[in-house]
C-alpha cells in the first residue's frame, strides 16, 4: 500500500476527524466536512533535513514529502521556486522597514500560482489512474490545467465563466483543451462542475481531486521561509478567491516547525480582496465567524468567488494568528499595479493590484507596522489581464522616424537635454 501512499497516511475531515482512503473524494459522508491530506509526520521528520531541501533541484518538489504525491511527481516538474524579491522602493512608498515580493508571476509554466496546485493535482490523478482531467476556473486555473495537461497528454475540459480576459480564455484554448464557457458566474460553473464530477468520474482538480490540490499551496509557504534564510516573515500579505492559499501558506508555516526544520515563530497572515467581491473580508472586517455569499463586480475576476470554500478557515487562520483583512477598489487595484510596476518592475495581474492595494491600507492603518517586515504574494501575470489597464497607464506618442521631430518632442518634456 505505501507505494501509493508515499508520506501520506489518510485523508481526514477537517470538522469530525473521520478517516478517508486516498482516493478521489472531498467530502465526509457524515458532517459534509470537507477532506485534507493527513501525513505520517514522524517519518517525514527523518527523510526531510534543511540540507536535504539545499541538495535538491530548485523546484517546489524539493519538499516533496510535505506534497500529497506517493511516488515521482509525473506533471509539473519544474513548478515553482519563483523569485523572492526585496522590494526596497515599494517598503518606502508604504512606508515599512522591510518588504518582499513573492513573484508567482513568474511561474512555470503559465505565469501564475496555480501551477503549483495543478502539478500536484494531475501528478496525483495520473498516479490513481485517470486519463481525464477537469477543473471550474476563474482563467489562471483553467490556463494551467490545459498546458500541464497538454504536456502530460491528458484530456482536459476547462469550465469558466464566459466572461473572461482574452488572455485567458487565449491561454486555455492554445493547448487544445476543451474549454467549455459558461454564462454565468464562478460560483455557477461551481455548481455545475461538481455535477459533473460526480456523474463523469473524471478527475476535477479542484472538486473531488481538492484534497491533493489544495495542498499543492503550500509550496509557495516553504519557498518564502527557505529564501527568507529560514525565517517565518512577521507579516504575509495573501490575495483571497476561495481563501484557501492563505490557509495552506499558514500550514507550511506549522509544517515547518512540527518537523523539526524551525523553531516556535509567531506570525501573521492578512487577506487580500476586491471591494467588489469581498465576503471574506466584509466579514473579518465586522468581527465574523462566517461569510455572507456576494455576486461579483470586479476587474479583479481571478479572485471574483462569491461563495469562497475556504472563507470559514480563512477567517479563522486571520483571527488566530491575529491578522487583518481588507479590500480595494477597482482604481485602487490599478493604482497598486502601477506601483509594484513602477518600483519593482513587476508587472502584476488584478489580484496583484489587490494585494498591493491592502498591502498600503493596512500598513497606513498601523495594522502592520512600519518598523517590521513583511512577505507580499503576488499570484499571476499582468500580461493576461491587459483590459484592466488599457487606458490606464498613459499613451504612445507616436511620430514619423525623424530625428527633427524626435528632437521636437524632447524639447517639450527636457529643453536642456536636446543638443543644438
Ligand atoms: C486562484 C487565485 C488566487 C487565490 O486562490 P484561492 O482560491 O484563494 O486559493 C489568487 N491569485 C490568483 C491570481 C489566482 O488565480
Known amino acids: 500500500m505505501s507505494d501509493k501512499q508515499g508520506y501520506m497516511k489518510a485523508l481526514k475531515c477537517r470538522e469530525c476527524g473521520?478517516?478517508?482512503?486516498?482516493?478521489?473524494?472531498?467530502?465526509?459522508?457524515?458532517?459534509?466536512?470537507?477532506?485534507?491530506?493527513?501525513?505520517d509526520y514522524e517519518r517525514i521528520r527523518k527523510s526531510l533535513s534543511r540540507e536535504a531541501i539545499c541538495s535538491r533541484p530548485q523546484t517546489m518538489w524539493r519538499y516533496?514529502?510535505?506534497?500529497?504525491?506517493?511516488?515521482?511527481?509525473?506533471?509539473?516538474?519544474?513548478?515553482?521556486?519563483t523569485p523572492l524579491v526585496k522590494a526596497d522602493r515599494l517598503a518606502k512608498r508604504l512606508g515599512i522597514r522591510e518588504l518582499r515580493v513573492k513573484n508567482d508571476a513568474v511561474n512555470y509554466p503559465t505565469l501564475s500560482f496555480k501551477d503549483r496546485v495543478v502539478s500536484v493535482a494531475l501528478s496525483r490523478s495520473v498516479e490513481l489512474g485517470f486519463k481525464t482531467v477537469a477543473c471550474a476556473s476563474t482563467g489562471n486555473l483553467a490556463n494551467s490545467v490545459a498546458a500541464n495537461a497538454a504536456a502530460a497528454g491528458l484530456d482536459a475540459?476547462?469550465?469558466?465563466?464566459?466572461?473572461?480576459?482574452?488572455?485567458?480564455?487565449?491561454?486555455?484554448?492554445?493547448?487544445?483543451?476543451?474549454?467549455?464557457?459558461?454564462k454565468g458566474h464562478y460560483d455557477e460553473v461551481n455548481r455545475l462542475c461538481a455535477e459533473i464530477a460526480g456523474k463523469y468520474g473524471w478527475a476535477f482538480v479542484n472538486v473531488n481531486m481538492r484534497p491533493y490540490?489544495?495542498?499543492?499551496?503550500?509550496?509557495?509557504?516553504?519557498?518564502?521561509?527557505?529564501?527568507?534564510?529560514?525565517?517565518?516573515?512577521?507579516?504575509?500579505?495573501?490575495?483571497?478567491?476561495?481563501g484557501s492559499l492563505l490557509t495552506k501558506v499558514h500550514k507550511a508555516y506549522q509544517e515547518f516547525i512540527k518537523i523539526g526544520l524551525m523553531g516556535e515563530?509567531?506570525?501573521?497572515?492578512?487577506?487580500?480582496?476586491?471591494?467588489?467581491?469581498?465576503?471574506?473580508?466584509?466579514?473579518?472586517?465586522?468581527?465574523?465567524?462566517f461569510f455572507k455569499p456576494v455576486k461579483p463586480n470586479t476587474i479583479a475576476k481571478s479572485l471574483a468567488i462569491g461563495t469562497p470554500a475556504d472563507g470559514f478557515y480563512a477567517l479563522k487562520v486571520m483571527k488566530e494568528t491575529g491578522g487583518h483583512s481588507d479590500d480595494v477598489t477597482d482604481d485602487e487595484i490599478r493604482e497598486g499595479i502601477r506601483i509594484l510596476a513602477e518600483d519593482e518592475g513587476i508587472f502584476a495581474e488584478t489580484?496583484?493590484?489587490?494585494?498591493?492595494?491592502?498591502?498600503?491600507?493596512?500598513?497606513?492603518?498601523?495594522?502592520?507596522?512600519?518598523?517590521?517586515?513583511?512577505?507580499?504574494?503576488?499570484?499571476?501575470?499582468?500580461?493576461?489581464?491587459?483590459?484592466?489597464?488599457?487606458?490606464?497607464?498613459?499613451q504612445t506618442r507616436d511620430i514619423r522616424p525623424s530625428l527633427r521631430e524626435f528632437e521636437a518632442l524632447l524639447a517639450q518634456d527636457k529643453p536642456q537635454l536636446v543638443k543644438g
Open 64 to 81: 516533496h514529502e510535505l506534497l500529497p504525491v506517493a511516488g515521482e511527481p509525473t506533471v509539473g516538474r519544474q513548478v515553482g521556486y
Open 265 to 289: 515563530a509567531k506570525w501573521k497572515m492578512h487577506g487580500a480582496q476586491a471591494t467588489g467581491c469581498s465576503p471574506i473580508s466584509a466579514a473579518q472586517k465586522a468581527g465574523l465567524d
Open 157 to 182: 475540459y476547462v469550465f469558466i465563466p464566459s466572461d473572461l480576459e482574452q488572455g485567458k480564455i487565449v491561454n486555455s484554448l492554445v493547448y487544445g483543451a476543451n474549454v467549455i464557457g459558461i
Open 351 to 394: 489580484a496583484g493590484g489587490v494585494t498591493v492595494g491592502v498591502a498600503k491600507k493596512l500598513i497606513a492603518s498601523g495594522r502592520i507596522a512600519a518598523d517590521s517586515s513583511a512577505v507580499l504574494c503576488i499570484t499571476g501575470n499582468g500580461l493576461k489581464t491587459i483590459e484592466a489597464m488599457t487606458g490606464h497607464v498613459g
Open 213 to 242: 490540490y489544495a495542498e499543492g499551496s503550500k509550496s509557495m509557504g516553504f519557498e518564502i521561509v527557505e529564501q527568507l534564510g529560514w525565517r517565518i516573515p512577521e507579516h504575509t500579505i495573501i490575495p483571497m478567491a476561495s
Open 18 to 39: 473521520r478517516e478517508y482512503p486516498l482516493t478521489a473524494t472531498h467530502v465526509c459522508e457524515f458532517d459534509f466536512g470537507p477532506l485534507e491530506v493527513a501525513y
